[in-house]
């Protein structure tokens, strides 16, 4: 598991070995510094970023999970990639759903990034090509964490709920709760049929600005409203590139990916998870 230590990694690590698997985490070596990974039986080191550091990481695996963040350089990726694979044993690629663009989309729509995450789009290739399969998560929510909490920081920060915006729209964003997110990958490496594609979304477009509202209410400001956040604007705080992915308006379904996991998100909606106390 590569990444075990991060938002998503940790959930999908600990729910792995709930699940009677044996997790070996990749992480990344701290100089000094021993680290133990919640739920890994073995913790093996290497960084992405080194292909060389990898040789022999994914040995004697029968899967790996690829859950890390990306330094967003195709290159980069797909030298990590083939590392990996080399070890033999069936590649689980976090992918998400950016790569997918504004608009509706399913798990057959042919990729439409936005720049941000262009470069998934020969990583995905490699990884189906090699019989490898794909998990697209929508944002993800829950435990506190995740792109939500900005959302709550932001609203903390300038005393009422707001989201990005462009052209004036109201974004719509496609969710699923991290710990529905970690039953998703479960489900794959028991039965992820080589060569497909999955989308773990638990609502298709959750609107933002009952997001927003959510969010401030969570930061504890309320009365203040939501405001649309030009991005433009929004760019000079967040970079334009996110700032983009913040502002899109997405519906995506995960209906295949139901039917053939068997897969059926039951944690709180995000909107019910901020009002809920999780952040
Ligand atoms: N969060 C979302 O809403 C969301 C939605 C869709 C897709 N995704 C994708 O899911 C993946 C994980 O996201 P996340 O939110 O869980 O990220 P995260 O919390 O930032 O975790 C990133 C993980 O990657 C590890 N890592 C970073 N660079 C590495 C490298 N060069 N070599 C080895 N490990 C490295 C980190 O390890 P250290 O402990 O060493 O830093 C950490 O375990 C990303 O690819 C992201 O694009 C996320």
Do not use: C, N
């Amino acid at each position: 598991m590569a990444g075990a230590t991060g938002y998503i990694g940790s959930a999908v690590a600990e729910r792995l070995a709930e699940q009677g698997h044996e997790v070996v985490a990749l992480v990344r070596p701290k100089a000094g510094e021993t680290r133990a990974v919640p739920g890994a039986a073995e913790v093996r080191y290497g960084d992405l970023a080194d292909p060389a550091s990898l040789a022999g990481a994914a040995a004697d695996v029968d899967v790996v999970v690829h859950a890390t963040a990306p330094s967003g350089d195709e290159a980069v990726e797909l030298a990590a990639i083939d590392a990996l694979l080399a070890g033999g044993a069936k590649l689980v690629y976090t992918s998400g759903i950016w790569l997918l663009g504004a608009g509706t989309s399913d798990e057959d729509s042919a990729p439409d990034p936005i720049p941000l995450v262009r470069f998934r789009v020969a990583v995905e290739r490699r990884v189906l090509g090699a019989g490898g399969v794909v998990v697209r998560p929508g944002i993800v929510y829950g435990r506190g964490g995740g792109i939500p909490a900005l959302l709550v920081a932001k609203a903390a920060e300038h005393g009422r709920g707001r989201y990005v915006s462009a052209a004036g729209q109201e974004p719509a964003w496609p969710t699923v709760h991290v710990d529905d997110l970690a039953d998703l990958y479960v489900a794959v490496v028991e039965r992820g049929e080589p060569g497909a594609v999955f989308h773990a979304v638990g609502e298709e477009a959750v609107p933002l600005g009952a997001v927003a509202e959510a969010a401030a209410e969570a930061a504890g400001v309320t009365g203040g409203g939501v405001e649309a956040w030009p991005v433009g604007e929004a760019s000079r705080d967040l970079g334009a590139a996110f700032a983009e992915a913040l502002a899109l308006r997405q519906t995506v379904s995960a209906a295949r990916t139901r039917k053939e996991l068997g897969w059926t998100p039951s944690r709180p909606g995000l909107v019910a998870d901020l009002a809920g106390g999780s952040y």
